[in-house]
């Protein structure tokens, strides 16, 4: 065998063609008539594609030239090769392979990375993997050449390290194949191989030569200053001879098209290796034969000039530009100006670069050379020295002085300014001003009320420092002792006033600044004085009764002892029967303390009465107004849900009183379509919480488009309290499950602001409820919501009437959505109350002092004010509804008309509420300074309200009074508690064994005594609809001329639900009607091309088109003297595609008037069938039959607990035929009707258990259902 020589690989080099050195990695010729152990080692091959490098297996021989495998197992691989990880790898050798008669499946050749990544595969096939051939040579199992079997060919293959692509190439053609990157750090490779997996013993792989080579590369390292050189900056390698073209722009710039652009020229380079020591043009041509660098050199064609000065309009102007080198500037300046009312001298310049170092006039000449700056120097020709006190006549007065630099000044105020409010000086702060930042800056201070300031700073600022003090006045009226006694008291101090009376005198109350009957807090921000009055209790004494001489009259006289008025009167007597005495004069009513207060009765005719059987009492007590008991204003309070009772030694916690609305049940109805209703406000909530800051949450809520509306908004405060507020639990205070996505630990927007700082927005805790002022940049929150409040609970406003972003129109201010506040808001009684008209509430008008919680409990349990002992500590709802968010500081958050006396204002004034947060020892408070309710620590001290009233009530809804009722199903069997079967709704026809329910009126007649109709006892044949309209039309069967084609609920009539196939009543006529479906007059309101059918087997309603001829009818007419329980109603349809059908007759009742009315709570009467049924029709989630049942069994809504599921009849009842879908009346909400929405009656499908009666409201259609999927529920209630 003739041996070949191997070609030297030719490179394309990276810029010329040029002649690459290569390296030998391993070259072999095979002539030593036995494996080179320096080069070779023998494996074993496993499978398809495997190695087993540890052990040595199969015929692999070194025989003439030639290396042998002729064996499955037979292999080798070469010793590890040193690679440089750059150049390209190529492997030539000489090949004979020999297919012999076996089916040759070959094994691969590999480049292996001596951490054992397969870096490159390639092999040689002939064999059909199932389908598709495998013939030739290449890329292993992938893109192949055609194959030369049998005969001696070269072939080349490659292998590029920092790509991983290779190629495979021989006489026959070339192919790409797809490798693995040489892994980073790798310096050695090896090669293996073998022949084939299946063979015969004449199939076999002979090697002629092998060399395998790696391409020599070489590194050029790019350095330059400015410019996009080419080579990029940077290290390039290139294979060794590559001649390459580097070069520069003429021209470089820096801050290009700006004010500090500067232009640089290329000069040339510096080079090392192959590259030219140095050059001094921009371009030059390399043949690199080792590591080699290039630098090039620039040369700037400007500078940049930095002005800098504190005054003035300098030339060039303050900031940086750039000039040509050798430009001369004349740099210049004022030589004075004024600034801030001060005037300052140009004292010269510093200097760097091209500018001299320093200077003293105000212009120099500068040829611009290199970089650099000026600074202009200035002086102050006078100083300011600006004089700040609050209080006394300072010296130097207050206001702004000028001086000369330098002046030391000595400046002094009083100590002491005031008589009744004193002001103390504490010392002064010295503070400079900078124009460079436009603001004072702290220098020194001192704690003297003179100091000696030398004005060293043109602009100076001498603040004097004041403490106050206010009087207190204490004054007694009568016999007690007050605690704090007259004198001076620091500024915002809270004294707490306690009077004690002396012996036999009792505390009447302050008057003056102080009020209430209890321990009265003064906050000291102005003089202040109380009076506490004392007072002996009334009582009467020195009675005595004697007969007005000569007169039918007689006196009696008391003593009033004490210092208080009585209310009096006097009841005669004879024998212990009360005389009802109405002829009284004198001293009746109220009294005042004093003695000798006569009563005078004029006897009249009872002056003959026995003087020994007459007793006179005279009847007193203290005289106090009183009022009405409780009712209810237009905002219904509800619940706090609180029930724990956790100080069980004190009455008049919330949980012990539960004073306000009881809420609904279920409080929350899941719509289905990402939105929740609450049955308590009528608000509907998107379903879904979402956080991000204030600003962000108004947008989202503006922009989104949900459930069909696109009308929500950010809820107001006190929306936002009213989804947040069931307070018997925490973490959260919301029912678990209604919403998703809740977080608990975070607050929630609302799109109420602070009204003293708008950069604020109330928030409520999700936790506990609280709310509280937030920044609007911070990200919490936010539920959006849509409607308005016209639930059980009409939330009132919020009070906010301000708006701060023009560009929103749905902020608080702007919708200014709840209940309106009644006009006035408050009545103030006279005697120390006053009513809330807005909740009905009765408030006292001063706060009872201030104190612990159980304390405050205990204040409230034991008042007595205007005649009432039923006073209590309001809970956390009944103490908000006083909040005035549009109301800010200094004021109070409490409405503007409020009669509230004493109440601090520009503090804070943190008021108990009886309410405890769940399972704490704290107690919510609403805090008036700015309107947010918080919890304290119930051990420390807070102010007392105290309320009457707040009833538990609960909204009535009003019912139906004249109706037609609906019959029974016919349902007798009950499959659970509730149903249709249990309740047995509707009314029954007055029938028994002498009066059937049909009646035979003759020649096959038979009269419905239930609805009035006439039915005929045969049915037709099977037609089309319009055939069935025409047939009865023109029917004279039996003698009757007015026959025609009933409508739905007309043969809806007929059906029993308590039998089965038919569905026909027990004793029927109708044994001839054996057809199953049958035509109704009724046009399917989903598409005219339909009408609608009733299936009498299992009463299903549904739609067949008009042509269709499978269906057969009946004949019905009206009696013309129907006696009837139940008359059918009409269906709806209005419109007629031909004469005889439903819309041409509109045959049945209707009620006279609206047939709805919205009741305006939720609910909405049907004054045709006399039910009540919910407005929200999906106010439960969807549900199983037996869930739906039990569900509505135990409702409470509306105070009325009597809620279950309805029957089918009442269900149907509600179809109004003649609208596309829903096919329900637009008075109620969330009617679920796209395809595959349907609804639960509480009817159980004729003859199987297993189902129930569905209605669909898209198209009408009614049919049994399995119990155990999932529909929607509508609840209803009422119907006999």
């Known amino acids: 065998m003739k041996k070949r020589l191997l070609a030297a690989l030719l490179l394309a080099a990276a810029h010329h063609n040029a002649q690459a050195a290569n390296t030998v990695l391993l070259t072999d010729d095979f002539e030593d008539a036995s494996i080179d152990p320096s080069k070779w080692a023998l494996i074993t091959a496993s499978g398809h594609t495997g190695f087993d490098e540890s052990s040595a297996g199969g015929i692999v021989t070194e025989t003439s030239g030639y290396l042998w495998i002729q064996n499955a197992a037979g292999a080798f691989k070469s010793i590890l090769l040193p690679v440089n990880g750059y150049g390209e790898i190529v492997i030539d050798r000489n090949l004979y392979v020999s297919r012999g008669s076996g089916t040759l499946v070959s094994r691969p050749d590999e480049i292996v990375a001596e951490d054992g990544t ?107 200053a400015y410019g996009a050189p080419s080579p990029s900056v940077g290290d390039s390698v290139y294979s060794a001879g590559t001649v390459i073209d580097c070069s520069a722009t003429n021209l470089a710039y820096t801050g290009f098209f700006t004010p500090t652009q500067v232009r640089y020229a290329c000069v040339g380079w510096n080079g090392t290796g192959s590259v030219p020591a140095s050059g001094a043009t921009n371009a030059v041509a390399v043949a690199l034969n080792e590591d080699s660098s290039i630098t090039w050199n620039w ?148 704690t003297t009320n003179w100091t000696e300031l030398e004005l060293n700073s043109p602009d100076l600022r001498l603040t004097w420092l004041w403490e106050t003090d206010h009087r207190l006045d204490i004054q007694v009226e009568g016999s007690g ?244 507020s069931n307070f018997s639990r925490s973490y959260p205070v919301v029912e678990l499950g209604v919403f ?103 408030w006292c008008k001063t706060q009872l002092g201030s104190t612990y919680w159980a304390g405050a409990l205990n204040a409230c349990n034991g008042l007595t004010a205007a005649g009432h002992t039923d006073w209590r500590l309001p809970n956390i709802n009944e103490l908000e509804t006083l909040v005035d968010y549009g109301e800010k500081y200094p004021s109070p958050t409490l409405p503007a008309d409020h009669p509230f006396v004493s109440f601090p204002g520009g503090t804070a004034v943190r008021v108990w509420s009886s309410s405890t947060p769940y399972s704490t020892g704290y107690g919510y408070i609403v805090d008036f300074y700015n309107g947010h309710i918080d919890a304290y620590s119930k051990g420390n001290s807070c102010y007392v309200m105290a309320c009457r009233g707040g009833v538990e009530i609960q909204e009535t809804i009003s019912e139906p009074t004249t109706y037609e009722p609906l019959p029974v199903t016919g349902q007798t069997n009950s499959f659970a508690v509730g149903d249709d079967g249990d309740l047995q709704k509707g009314v029954k026809e007055f029938t028994n064994e002498y009066i059937p329910r049909f009646g035979h009126s003759g020649s096959g007649r038979f009269h419905d005594s239930r609805t009035g109709l006439e039915w005929y006892v045969s049915d037709g044949y099977n037609t089309s609809w319009t055939a069935a309209i025409v047939a009865c039309e023109y029917s004279s069967s039996a003698g009757a001329t007015d026959w025609r084609l009933p409508n739905v609920r007309e043969m809806l009539s007929l059906l029993d639900y308590g039998q089965s196939t038919p569905m026909l009543p027990e004793g029927h006529p109708f044994a001839d009607w054996t057809n199953v479906v049958y035509w109704t007059s009724t046009v399917s309101p989903h598409s005219t091309d339909y009408a609608l059918t009733v299936n009498l087997n299992d009463g299903t309603v549904f739609s067949s088109h008009r042509g269709f001829g499978q269906n057969c009818f009946c004949l019905v007419r009206w009696m013309t003297e129907p006696v009837d329980v139940a008359a059918v109603p009409k269906t709806g349809q209005t419109f007629s595609l031909r004469d005889g059908d439903d819309g041409f007759y509109q045959k049945g009742v209707a009620v006279a008037g609206e047939r709805f009315a919205d009741n305006g709570n939720g609910t909405v009467n049907d004054n045709q069938t006399g039910l009540v049924w919910l407005k929200d029709a999906a106010s439960l989630n969807r549900m199983n039959w037996s869930n739906a049942v039990a569900a509505c069994e135990s409702m409470h809504f509306g105070n009325y607990s009597d809620w279950r599921l309805p029957n089918a009849r009442e269900l149907e009842s509600l179809i109004t035929y003649s609208t596309n879908a829903p096919v329900t009346p637009d008075m109620f909400d969330n009617v679920k009707f796209t395809s595959g929405a349907a609804y639960w009656s509480s009817t159980t499908a004729a003859g199987n258990a297993a189902l129930a009666v569905e209605f669909k409201f898209d198209t009408g259609r009614q049919g049994p259902q399995y119990k155990e999927n999932p529909r929607y529920v509508w609840p209803v209630r009422g119907g006999n």
């Open 118 to 224: 397969v870096l490159l595969r390639w092999g040689y096939h002939y064999y059909s993997d199932g389908g598709t051939n495998r013939y030739g040579f290449g890329g292993f199992d992938d893109t192949l050449v055609p194959a030369t079997w049998d005969a001696f060919f070269d072939e080349t293959i490659t292998y590029d390290p920092a790509t991983g692509q290779g190629s495979y190439s021989s006489a026959n053609g070339s192919t790409t194949i797809t490798g693995t990157p040489l892994p980073a750090g790798t310096t050695h490779v090896y090669l293996r191989g073998s022949a084939y997996a299946v063979g015969s013993a004449t199939d076999y792989k002979a090697i002629v030569d092998f060399t395998a080579s790696q391409a020599e590369v070489h590194t050029l390292t790019v350095a330059s």
């Open 481 to 724: 002792t007050v605690s704090q006694a007259s004198g001076f008291y620091d500024e915002g101090s809270v004294q707490t006033l306690t009077a004690t009376p002396a012996e036999g005198w009792v505390f009447d109350g302050w008057s003056g600044d102080a009020t209430g009957t209890g321990s009265a807090p003064l906050t000291m921000d102005a003089p202040k004085s109380a009076i506490a009055t004392f007072s002996v209790p009334a009582s009467i004494a020195n009675l005595s009764v004697a007969q007005v001489e000569g007169a039918r009259e007689v006196e009696v006289t008391y003593d009033v002892a004490g210092t208080r008025s009585l209310l009096v009167d006097l009841e005669v007597f004879q024998n212990g029967s009360n005389l009802n005495a109405s002829a009284l004069s004198g001293a009746v009513g109220m009294v005042s303390a004093g003695p000798s207060n006569t009563i005078t009765w004029n006897a009249g005719t009872d002056w003959n009465l026995n003087v020994d059987e007459l007793t006179f009492n005279l009847l007193s007590e203290d005289g106090l107004p009183f009022y009405a008991p409780y009712t209810p204003g237009p905002w219904a309070i509800p619940k706090t849900q609180i029930t724990l009772d956790y100080y069980m030694g004190i009455d008049g916690e919330d949980g012990d009183l539960q004073a306000g609305m009881v809420w609904p049940s279920p409080r929350f109805a899941d719509n289905g379509d990402g939105t929740v209703t609450d049955n308590m406000t009528g608000l509907q909530w998107g379903k879904t919480a979402s956080y991000t800051s204030w600003y962000n949450s108004m947008s989202a809520c503006e922009n989104l488009s949900l459930a069909g509306h696109d009308d929500w908004r950010l809820p107001n405060v006190r929306e936002m309290r009213s989804l947040l």
């Open 299 to 446: 040369e700037p064609l400007d500078a940049v000039l930095t002005v800098s000065s504190g005054f003035g309009s300098p030339y060039p102007t303050v900031g940086s530009r750039s000039y040509s080198i050798g430009t001369e500037l004349t740099c210049s300046v004022q030589n004075e100006v004024t600034v801030n009312g001060i005037r300052y001298r140009c004292a010269g310049w510093t200097g760097s670069g091209s500018v001299p170092a320093s200077g003293s006039a105000n212009s120099v000449v500068v040829t611009v050379g290199a970089t650099s700056s000026i600074t202009w120097i200035w002086e102050n020709l006078e100083s300011r020295l600006a004089v700040v006190s609050a209080h006394g006549d300072p010296v130097p007065a207050v206001g702004d002085d000028m001086y000369a630099p330098g002046t030391v000044v000595t400046c002094s105020v009083e100590n002491v300014v005031g008589p009744e409010t004193r002001h103390y000086c504490t010392g002064w702060q010295k503070h400079g001003y900078s124009h460079y930042i436009g603001s004072y800056y702290y220098i020194t201070a001192g």
């Open 740 to 842: 998703s996505n809740f977080s608990t630990g975070n607050n929630y927007w609302t799109s109420t602001r602070l009204e003293y700082n708008t950069g604020y927005a109330y928030a409520v805790y999700g936790n506990y409820g609280y709310t509280l002022p937030l920044s609007l940049g911070s990200s919490y929150g936010y539920l959006p919501v849509r409607g308005s409040s016209t639930g059980m609970v009409a939330i009132a406003k919020t009070g906010q009437a301000n708006s701060w972003d023009a560009a929103r129109s749905t902020e608080d201010g702007d919708l200014q959505t709840g209940q309106a506040w009644p006009e006035p808001r408050f009545t103030d009684h006279g005697d120390g109350t006053a009513t809330d008209h807005l909740t009905g509430l009765m």
